[in-house]
């Protein structure tokens, strides 16, 4: 069965940086597109990137653009989400995501990590 398991979230101070990793199994890795999602308090769960199989193409919501960076490593079966500058709205826990699909102006994923905290202070 489809198994993701996210890594490295924390506490850090407004202009700082955090990296995330989750860690997938149960199904063929390198054929599947993945993606990065958060879900902050009293809100909806938002797309944050997604990245496809191969790792050749990327794309980053417009509120984290030129400052959060997806990948990912085929040969370990591990996806990344590198955070640089980090604003207190950026709080929220973070979820990886297999099975992704766009619908609706937005891409939603099928397949859920247990999600990461990421707390940006001011």
């Known amino acids: 069965q489809v198994q993701l398991v996210e890594s490295g979230g924390g506490l850090v101070q407004a202009g700082g940086s955090l990296s995330l990793s989750c860690a997938a199994s149960g199904f063929t890795f390198s054929s599947e597109d993945m993606g990065w999602f958060r879900q902050a308090p009293g809100k909806e769960r938002e797309f944050v990137a997604r990245?496809?199989?191969?790792?050749?193409?990327?794309f980053h919501a417009e509120s984290v653009m030129g400052r959060f960076t997806i990948s990912r490593d085929n040969n370990k079966n591990m996806i990344y989400l590198e955070m640089n500058n980090l604003k207190p709205e950026d709080t929220a826990v973070y979820y990886c995501?297999?099975?992704?699909?766009?619908?609706?102006?937005?891409?939603?994923?099928?397949?859920w990590g247990q999600g990461t905290q990421v707390t940006v202070s001011s």
């Open positions: 995501s297999s099975g992704l699909y766009f619908t609706g102006g937005t891409f939603r994923g099928t397949y």
């Open positions: 990245i496809s199989g191969s790792g050749r193409s990327l």
